[in-house]
């Protein structure tokens, strides 16, 4: 038990900054690295003294040098001090654990990704798992939508992915008002909701699987918007989020009916999901 | 064709005896020279608790209890029985999933920030528990298998079962189907014992425990007391204080979520917790990290945790259960329900502590047969109104 209990060490190698409150960081291990992770699958991250939290993993699956690749919001008392973490600094790392997005199993098909907020982290693992054998698949289609522009991750990557063959629409909730020079922010792209953006992309229903992953509201409504075209839940995948502590299945949190999510999840399917989803407070 | 596979050994009937309770210091000592540590209920703080036992005498010879709803109380007993109780506040869970234990410490080296990581290395304890109720002795199996451990086969407790004969007010064993007898549970317990007047039967249900018997003074069974042994805990099977009601609780439960129930059962439960301390089956952890005033040496804890505590399935932005009665909902459904899909069998072995130890007297057994009338209710043909 207390192998599985016990992090291994790396060194944040680059802490690089996304938007006002999240980082990107590379990881490098000091102790025998943890096993090669899938694609949607996450650590555990400990911070020296400060506790530990799980953090799904946002670096491509085909790179195969033991880093990892970490997006971090700083929502909390560790992932603001690993939003901190300078190059050099010390944390442990256990995992990787949960289910993954499995993008293999839909080759030959459409995929379309639809990310909400830091949402788009988890997603990037399979995109650029799918981007690195392009070939494999139909129709590519990236739907990214963040509160403000500022609040969009790798937006920088855009050109990258659109340039090897993915269809990226992005959108925001609302472009307000910069405070110092009281002008809209920047944007080209469009205001709403990312399922307003739906029409937009090439959607063969019966011939795509489509990735979510984002607060829990917009999952659902995108699904419900996704099953109204015509796609079949089993088609839908989604990524939930629940307390999860151990990773292992024994400390309970991360319940959610008959699932442990960090076991049974954080990916599944929406046919699975929707009926859990639906009650209130299970 | 042409190998001849010889049918399985039948198994032939499990060693018996007889010990005198004069005996049990000789059991102690047995064990304890065999390297075990024994522990068992003895008298403490006004209950029966769980302790390491020096010899026979520190076990509770002739105090009982009387058990209810939020009440527990020891009682004297004029028969000097040694294990005349039913299940105290403790469990077995408090030796195998201890309340509080530490993970692992970190060093941080405040020239160069460097971090060693390091578990404290455990000295296993090889304890001999001693006076396993049946319900008690189910509740091992669920917890270590709640806690993903492989069978512990020889490594794990020497266990002395004690088959029940009096059960308690809040008992429920015989709605769960672990107890009140536990002979025929092959590979669980090593001996495992009937009480009757001053005597045990013993049946052998390992090698150890053959082991152990053999130092042990023991007679030959006494004609008839075999066939008085068993219709005694027989007997106790229609003595149960309380049973569930007599339906699929995993399919009553699944149905149930938006059961107005619920807000019956929130309008009393303080969602304090203890009935998940109490229970003997109950894993949940939560982890604690600590520095000392240096910043420089930091510790992680793992110590029970409760799903009716309001952090419990905190996520940032606040609490997916914010509701005593969701909270109530998630342990209940997750205890009779839930259990099933993880782990194949049931959470609860019908012990009655979560109903002793209900400091408002929520009765489990009354709730679910509250939950499947309002069940009932729903699903009957509505006659009255379609006329």
Redesign the interface.
């Known amino acids: 038990?207390?192998g599985s209990?016990?992090?291994r060490?790396y060194r944040v190698t680059e802490n690089r900054r996304d938007t006002a409150d999240t980082r990107t960081l590379c990881l490098a291990p000091l102790d025998e690295p943890i096993p090669h992770f899938r694609s949607g699958q996450f650590t555990m991250v400990?911070v020296?003294?400060?506790?530990?939290i799980p953090l799904s993993i946002s670096g491509c699956p085909r790179v195969a040098d033991h880093t990892l690749v970490h997006t971090v919001r700083a929502?909390?008392a560790v992932s603001a001090a690993l939003c901190s973490a300078e190059p050099?600094?010390?944390v442990?790392v256990r995992g990787p654990f949960g289910t993954d997005w499995a993008v293999e199993r839909a080759a030959g098909r459409d995929l379309l990704f639809v990310a909400g907020g830091i949402g788009l982290a988890p997603l990037r693992p399979p995109l650029l798992e799918v981007l690195s054998t392009r070939r494999d698949y139909g129709f590519v289609s990236v739907i990214a939508g963040a509160r403000t522009p500022s609040e969009h991750l790798y937006r920088d990557e855009d050109e990258g992915w659109t340039a090897r063959g993915a269809r990226v629409l992005r959108t925001v909730d609302r472009a307000p008002a910069d405070p110092g020079t009281r002008r809209p922010e920047p944007w080209t792209d469009s205001i709403g909701l990312v399922t307003d953006l739906l029409p937009r992309v090439p959607l063969r229903p019966e011939r795509t699987t489509a990735y979510l992953c984002g607060p829990e509201v917009m999952m659902t409504h995108t699904g419900t918007a996704l099953t109204k075209l015509g796609m079949h839940p089993a088609d839908i995948v989604v990524s939930l989020?629940?307390?999860m502590?151990?990773g292992?299945?024994?400390?309970?949190?991360c319940?959610l009916?008959?699932d442990?999510v960090c076991l049974n999840g954080a990916v599944t399917t929406l046919d699975h999901a929707e009926p859990l989803l639906a009650?209130?407070?299970? | 064709m042409g190998t001849v596979t010889a049918a399985p050994a039948r198994p032939s009937p499990p060693r018996r005896a007889m010990i005198a309770v004069e005996a049990l210091d000789d059991l102690l000592n047995a064990l304890r020279t065999a390297g075990y540590e024994p522990v068992g209920p003895t008298v403490g703080s006004g209950a029966i608790v769980l302790d390491e036992l020096a010899s026979a005498a520190d076990l509770p010879h002739g105090r009982g209890s009387a058990t209810g709803p939020g009440h527990y109380r020891l009682t004297e007993r004029a028969d000097g029985a040694v294990f005349g109780h039913s299940a105290g506040p403790q469990s077995w869970k408090q030796y195998l999933h201890p309340a509080r234990r530490a993970?692992?410490s970190?060093d941080?080296d405040p020239a160069t920030?460097?971090?060693a990581?390091q578990?404290e290395p455990?000295a296993p304890v090889r304890y001999a528990f001693i006076g396993v109720r049946p319900c008690d002795l189910a509740a091992i199996k669920v917890l270590n298998r709640?806690?993903?451990?492989p069978r512990d086969g020889d490594s794990g407790p020497f266990i002395v079962a004690v088959e029940c004969t009096e059960p308690g007010a809040v008992c429920f064993c015989a709605s769960t189907g672990t107890g009140p007898g536990c002979a025929d549970r092959d590979g669980e317990f090593d001996l495992a014992l009937v009480e009757t007047d001053h005597r045990f039967l013993v049946t052998v249900g390992s090698p150890r425990g053959d082991a152990i018997l053999d130092a042990v003074p023991h007679g030959t069974v006494p004609e008839g007391m075999l066939e008085a042994t068993r219709a005694a805990v027989t007997a106790a099977e229609s003595r149960m204080g309380r049973s569930l009601p007599a339906t699929d609780l995993r399919v009553l439960l699944a149905r149930s979520?938006?059961a107005g129930h619920w807000d019956d059962v929130a309008a009393r439960c303080l969602a304090c917790g203890n009935c998940t301390m109490v229970c003997p089956t109950c894993?949940?952890?939560?982890?604690e990290?600590?520095?000392d005033l240096t910043?420089d040496h930091?510790e992680?804890w793992?110590s029970w945790?409760s799903?009716f505590d309001i952090d419990?399935?905190?996520?940032?932005?606040g609490s997916?259960?914010?509701?005593t009665?969701?909270r109530y909902r998630?342990w209940l459904t997750?205890k009779f329900g839930?259990w099933h899909?993880?782990f194949g069998t049931s959470g609860c072995v019908g012990c009655g502590r979560c109903i002793a130890w209900c400091p408002v007297g929520i009765d489990v057994t009354e709730e679910l047969t509250a939950l499947d009338e309002e069940a009932a209710a729903l699903s009957a043909p509505r006659t009255e109104e379609a006329r």
């Open positions: 038990m207390s209990m016990l992090p060490r400990y020296f003294g400060v506790g530990e929502v909390g050099g600094t010390v442990g989020e629940r307390n502590r151990c292992i299945g024994v400390c309970g949190h319940q009916g008959p442990f009650v209130g407070e299970l | 993970l692992f970190a941080r920030g460097e971090v990581l578990t455990e709640a806690l993903r451990r979520a938006e894993f949940c952890t939560s982890v990290d600590t520095t910043g930091a992680r793992e945790d799903c419990f399935a905190y996520l940032h932005g997916v259960r914010t509701s009665k969701s998630q997750h839930t899909d993880q």
